[in-house]
Structure formats: C-alpha cells, structure tokens
C-alpha cells in the first residue's frame, strides 16, 4: 500500500470509529449502498441463492409491481431466492431483498407472498436496516459497524469487509428490529400493496397460518419478528381501514402455482 493510501485508510478508519462510538448516526444512502455491495457479497459465499430465472423473474416481478406504486426510491432494488426449506425472508442494505424457497413454497396466494416481499421492501425504505448499522453499540457490534462503515471508502478496508463474519453474521446483525420499525414495515406493506392493486389481507393470513402451524413454538420468521399476536391485531386493523375495494388481486392466475411446481423439481433434482 503506498503512503498516501495508507494514511487514507488510517483517517478512513479513524471516521468509521467516531460514527460508531457515537451510535446515532444513520449512513448516507450513498453510504448504505456501499455497504450493500460488500454485503451481497457475503450473502453469495455463503447461502446457497436460487439462479433459476424463472422462479427468480417471478419474485422480481412482484417487486416491481410494489415498487412501481411507490414515490422515487433512492436504491435500485434488487430480489433474491435462498434455497433454503424455513420460512423466512430478510432485506439487506440499499433495496437486496431475499426471500427463501420455503416462503413462496408456503405462500397460498399471490396476497400472502406480496404481504412478505411488501414488509422487506418497508425495511429498506423506512431505513430501519440502515438505521441498525448506526444503533449497534456492544463491543462486538462497535466492531461490526466499524468494518462496515469504513468499507465505503474503498480500498483494503472495503476489500476486508468480509471480517464480519460473513453474510450471515451481517444479516442477523442488520435484520434485529423493534416493535416500532416492525408496525412502520407492515403499515407500509399495507399502504404499497393497495396502490399496487394487490389485496393486503395476505399479510394477516400468512401470519396466522405460521402461528397455527407453528405447534408449541414460534416459526422462524416470526420469531424474528417481536410480538406476533400483537403484530397481526394491528396489521389487521390496518386492513380494515382499507375496506372492500374491487379489483385488488389476491391471486394471479395460478402462476404462483407454477413457480411452486418448479422450486420442488428444482430442489428435488439436487436433493438426489
């Protein structure tokens, strides 16, 4: 490294622990999206992600759908498949959406599985992912965040990123949300799936069937997710004021049963 980059990195360093130690400050959105970069990177060693285009189309194609309903985004949005049988579903840094094969297997309507892609997407507008980078305050999170944050300024500090563990160490470090950041996501999976034409009550429906189902414990993804019970009362009354509005959809003309179909022979070809 030359002189001069190495001072760059020493300042670079030296910023990121201020930020961190302060605790308060959310990053930038051109911060957030280099922090992204580094993040998907991680994601792709080591979680296994469905290339499929199909199924992968799919899933973008119900993004867009919600996306395009909303005002301007300050990320271009990416959607991911995770090959992965639990249901769960988690965003990343600047608009990297990931939704496991166990969701959408899981999903019953186009209604419920919008609900789930809607709530991600809420994360990443509301900010609440970037929000956590700024609120880790543990010894070993003020670490974590420092490697993020100094991995904006490029260089070998960005290249190291992957000291935090990987990508699922930084999913769980990103993806803790409070009971408040949980209300503002489900609002808005609500408000955008409306102005997208699909009906919300997925987002109750799909709740309440993990909970049914869920035996003596939570489900996994809600587990993640504080407060079901309380969640679903209040997603409810969200839908309520919505009223019976004709023409949102709930289904999409059984292409999600296709999309199902093909995961199963897909990811029973490689259990063999």
Request: hydrophobic fraction near 40%; aromatic fraction near 6%; charge should be negative.
């Amino acid at each position: 490294m030359r002189p001069s980059s190495s001072r760059a990195a020493r300042a670079a360093l030296a910023a990121a622990l201020g930020l961190a130690i302060a605790g308060c400050v959310t990053p930038t959105v051109q911060q957030e999206e280099a922090i992204g970069d580094d993040f998907i990177l991680d994601i792709r060693r080591e979680m296994d992600l469905l290339t499929e285009p199909v199924v992968v189309g799919y899933i973008e194609s119900i993004g867009r759908d919600i996306l395009r309903a909303l005002p301007p985004q300050p990320f271009t949005y990416n959607f991911y498949v995770v090959e992965d049988e639990k249901i769960n579903a988690f965003a990343g840094p600047a608009g990297h959406v990931f939704v496991n094969t166990g969701t959408i297997l899981k999903s019953r309507n186009l209604s419920e599985l919008a609900g789930v892609i809607g709530h991600e997407i809420g994360h990443v507008a509301e900010r609440h992912v970037a929000a956590n980078v700024a609120r880790q305050r543990t010894v070993g999170n003020l670490y974590k965040v420092t490697v993020y944050t100094a991995a904006i300024f490029g260089g070998q500090l960005g290249a190291n990123a992957a000291n935090l563990g990987g990508g699922l160490a930084a999913m769980g470090v990103l993806n803790t949300f409070g009971r408040e950041a949980e209300r503002e996501a489900d609002t808005f999976a609500v408000e955008a799936l409306v102005r997208a034409g699909i009906d919300p009550s997925g987002i109750v429906s799909f709740f309440e069937l993990l909970s049914r189902e869920g035996g003596g414990g939570v489900p996994e993804f809600l587990s993640s997710h504080p407060a079901p019970e309380e969640r679903v009362a209040a997603t409810q009354a969200q839908v309520d004021l919505v009223g019976d509005r004709p023409g949102l959809r709930r289904t999409d003309g059984g292409k999600l049963e296709i999309i199902q179909r093909r995961i199963e022979i897909l990811t029973r070809r490689r259990s063999r």
